[in-house]
């Protein structure tokens, strides 16, 4: 696989809001002689570099010159605060690191604070501990570096229940140019081309965003990268560009359905043939309901950052499997185990754990990775769920967010995902908050359609409407509202921030 076996003239990406192209002859250009730069610096095989920036329209030509010099990258959210970037930064040994001009006030508040003194360049400008990343490479060869060889992301959890983890897979071991095992089976999955046009509406340092990007770009195909998320212009973004691949979370299904009638249905969404979906459970209502909107075309699998393993579900299956993410993928098994290691029957309930799939290992933590490995080889996410007489695998949510009432185990995703279909709520976040009677009891906080309905009345509704649905025992004892949750940009709720607020309380 080479970029030169590409139409020049064909975009690799685009950017949404301003158009801006980058097409493969640019990519081919760019990527060559950050490599060298790459080179210049002294890095080698194995080796470290990380970027920290927006949705950039040259983020993904770093991480392609990367991934062609046989490093590392791993790609840091830019919404986090200084410390958590230094955290980062020092964590993974990066010998370079990439910003941008609009992460100034971010990098200065830990530029003095990298232990590894990283070679740190800017984009769009400079500052004092950052040189132009433009003018260090512009002046450098556009031909390939002489020993090109694959690399690969190495990226860490978005940390929503404690500190962020690097995720480190062993090297891709085959000759540069050659189709990795990986890349032949998302090929074969998702049937990408050189006519695959993609739709990214996602921030690119998530593990998702960016793995379906790099493969989107490995087959010829055309990303289409959104600066930011909106769910009209995403919409539009499919008509105008006849999408035909994309990526989303549930988050963004719940707002696309909360849309009034008419802009929904005010544009072709005809060219869709992939409609791909992970990072949480999808409520069954909020899929029943994309399903009648876009027809067959939602595909959905359950995997990690990871890599240890994944399942994948078709639409026309999931109809028939209403819940679940699919059955284990070729390459791996999944097994259900209780808390002592032993193998669980089918239709019960416990940690879901994958053999087969690939190795990784928490970076500098042997005692994490340790932790989520079986004397067999198995690993797991942390997750809690049961498989039917099929093998189809349904999640009840992950082991950290269990509540514990009166003895009772509640898991919070049942409770959400009753929520989460109200007509005034547009998300929610459930969990456990100390109680003196039963230890815990469930909590829901709600960011309604309308601040404007926040109050005892919809509090009273919700509960009502919850209790009609599941049973009492896991419906909330008491609802808060708010105006936005703190959840990821990719999805990822950080219930850890609003649980913790109410246990300090206690």
């Not at 993904?60 to 990258?73: D, K, V």
């Not at 990775?369 to 099929?390: C, F, I, K, R």
Request: glycine residues 8%; proline residues 5%.
């Amino acid at each position: 696989m080479a970029t030169q076996g590409f139409d020049p003239q064909q975009p690799a990406w685009i950017m949404a809001s301003s158009g801006d192209t980058v097409t493969w002859g640019d990519l081919e250009r760019l990527s060559n002689q950050m490599a060298h730069l790459f080179r210049n610096h002294g890095l080698q095989r194995g080796d470290h570099i990380a970027l920290c920036l927006e949705n950039h329209r040259l983020f993904l030509a770093i991480c392609w010159a990367a991934f062609r010099s046989g490093l590392y990258f791993t790609a840091i959210s830019y919404r986090l605060q200084p410390a958590e970037v230094e955290y980062i930064v020092n964590d993974c040994e990066a010998k370079l690191l990439v910003t941008s001009a609009l992460l100034t006030d971010t990098f200065r508040g830990f530029a003095n604070k990298l232990e590894n003194a990283p070679v740190c360049y800017m984009l769009d400008g400079v500052c004092n501990g950052a040189t132009s990343l433009e003018q260090a490479f512009e002046e450098l060869p556009e031909t390939p570096i002489i020993d090109q060889s694959y690399g690969q992301s190495m990226l860490y959890s978005s940390g929503t229940t404690g500190r962020p983890k690097g995720v480190k897979k062993p090297p891709i071991e085959i000759p540069w140019g050659e189709g990795s095992a990986v890349l032949k089976a998302a090929t074969s999955r998702y049937n990408y081309d050189g006519n695959t046009v993609y739709l990214s509406p996602a921030p690119l340092y998530h593990a998702a965003p960016l793995g379906f990007n790099m493969m989107v770009l490995r087959a010829g195909g055309t990303c289409i990268i959104m600066e930011h998320y909106d769910s009209e212009a995403a919409l539009s973004l499919i008509q105008q560009y006849k999408a035909t691949h994309s990526q989303w979370v549930p988050t963004m299904f719940v707002r696309m359905l909360k849309l009034p009638e008419e802009v929904r249905h005010r544009y072709d969404l005809s060219s869709l043939r992939y409609a791909a979906h992970a990072a949480a459970p999808c409520p069954v209502a909020v899929k029943e309901q994309m399903i009648d909107w876009w027809g067959p075309v939602l595909y959905e699998y359950y995997a990690g950052t990871e890599g240890n393993g994944s399942t994948f579900i078709t639409s026309d299956e999931w109809i028939q499997h209403k819940g679940s993410v699919g059955r284990a993928t070729d390459d791996c098994r999944v097994h259900i185990l209780s808390d002592a290691g032993s193998e669980l029957p089918t239709g019960e309930m416990g940690g879901v754990y994958f053999e087969g799939g690939g190795k990784f290992e928490y970076l500098n933590d042997k005692n994490k990775t340790a932790s989520v490995y079986t004397t067999e080889g198995w690993s797991t996410l942390g997750d809690v769920g049961y498989l039917d007489e099929e093998g189809y695998l349904y999640l009840t949510d992950r082991k950290s967010f269990m509540i514990i009432s009166g003895g009772v185990n509640i898991y919070p995703q049942e409770t959400e995902n009753a929520l989460i279909t109200h007509p005034k709520v547009i998300d929610v976040a459930v969990f456990g908050i100390p109680s003196e009677e039963f230890g815990e009891e469930v909590k829901a906080v709600v960011q309604p359609v309308s601040m404007s309905d926040a109050g005892p009345a919809l509090e009273a509704e919700l509960v009502a409407y919850v209790r009609d649905q599941i049973s009492h025992i896991k419906c909330p004892h008491s609802i808060d509202f708010m105006e936005e949750l703190p959840r990821h940009p990719t999805g990822k709720l950080y219930k850890r921030l609003l649980k913790d607020k109410y246990w300090a309380k206690a």
